[in-house]
């Protein structure tokens, strides 16, 4: 994973053909999400799928789920359904 900033990086120019419904979603996403353009939406749905982000606290959570599966604080689905008196 890279280390460098968008803001350190020089920008390259990226020719993508894309179906026109697809444009079309494309650009709606973009308006819903309050991007200024389709570029900038692109560029942050490409990030996202190359570089996922995990805040501090959801690192520390998965940290934490790993732990527990290894010291056996964890229980089937059955047992917390018999535990919490749940049916499906």
Do not use: C, W
């Amino acid at each position: 994973m890279s280390t460098e900033t968008p803001e350190d990086s020089e920008m390259v120019k990226l020719n993508v053909k894309v179906p026109e419904p697809l444009l079309a979603e494309i650009d709606e996403l973009a308006g819903e999400l309050n991007y200024t353009n389709r570029s900038e939406f692109v560029r942050e749905v490409l990030r996202d799928t190359t570089e996922p982000i995990l805040t501090p606290g959801a690192k520390e959570g998965i940290a934490q789920g790993y732990a527990d599966v290894a010291a056996g604080r964890t229980m089937t689905h059955e047992e917390m359904k018999e535990k919490y008196d749940v049916d499906d």
